[in-house]
């Protein structure tokens, strides 16, 4: 008797500690599933989030490619237009970094190391500048050069090297009927090659003008940055406005002056009477 109930409490409490184990087992992985769940919840938090964003970023792409390039008439109309000077090898129409741009070799316009347009280069700028007013879109005129330094005292550097040559074709082209308030002008020094510097023809190829077509960006980026709307343009007239001191001086002695005499009438009157 006293036998089988020591074997009843061992049972018992095997059982019970069998149960307890099981337990803390069940706690354990209950808490695992749980933190599964926060974390599943959060990558699709993040998901969706990730999902808006590219949504976004897609449309602006979308945006920005409809600014940044012509209709496939306009760009036909371009090739067109610029046929006789592409086939003459004095311009060419092409697509650099995502942009339309017409390149003019250095050749056709400047001497090596000058900035004086050459006969040959104000011809094809005339007829381009024709073309260009054309299509009422703003562009960019850039100046380029190859690798080899330059060192004069009016040019220290390919930077003013290609800024000024950049800015020598901005203002021609604007003497022959381009607006100013669609042209600007940049200077990109040897830093924006189009071939290798290693050998004659690459440096040929680098040393060019470009004139390229710019985005327009208006309502891209909706309210996220501050809209700034330029007032229309308008000449300087050539008239100075000076503020004449001296005869404001004298304005204001007459007018003191005539303070007085009506102050000395006033006297003579309660005088008089």
């Given at each position: 008797m006293r036998k089988t109930l020591i074997l009843t409490v061992m049972l018992l409490l095997a059982l019970n500690l069998t149960s307890c184990i099981r337990q803390s087992d069940y706690d354990k992985l209950k808490e695992e599933r749980d933190q599964y769940m926060?974390?599943?919840d959060e990558c699709r938090q993040q998901s969706e989030?990730?999902?808006n964003e590219i949504n976004e970023l897609r449309e602006q792409n979308r945006l920005l490619a409809r600014r940044d390039s012509i209709s496939s008439a306009e760009l036909k109309k371009l090739q067109e237009s610029f046929r006789d000077l592409i086939r003459a090898k004095k311009v060419e129409l092409i697509l650099i970094r995502g942009r339309v741009v017409v390149k003019l070799a250095e050749d056709i316009l400047f001497d090596p190391g000058k900035t004086e347009l050459k006969k040959e280069g104000r011809d094809v700028l005339e007829r381009t500048a024709k073309i260009l007013v054309e299509t009422d879109r703003d562009w960019q005129v850039a100046g380029h050069t190859d690798n080899k330094p330059i060192r004069t005292a009016k040019f220290p550097s390919n930077w003013d090297l290609s800024s000024s040559r950049a800015l020598v074709v901005c203002k021609y082209l604007i003497e022959h009927g381009m607006s100013p308030l669609r042209l600007s002008a940049s200077g990109f020094s040897e830093y924006y090659p189009i071939a290798r510097n290693d050998d004659l023809e690459g440096r040929a190829k680098n040393r060019r003008i470009?004139?390229?077509l710019l985005p327009n960006l208006e309502?891209?980026?909706?309210d996220m940055i501050p809209r700034v709307v330029p007032?229309?343009?308008e000449p300087d007239s050539g008239k100075v406005v000076v503020r004449d001191t001296n005869k404001k001086d004298k304005n204001k002695k007459d007018k003191n002056k005539d303070k007085n005499k009506d102050k000395n009438d006033d006297d003579d009157d309660f005088g008089n009477n």
């Open positions: 926060r974390e599943r989030s990730m999902k470009e004139i390229m309502g891209l980026y909706g007032p229309p343009y």
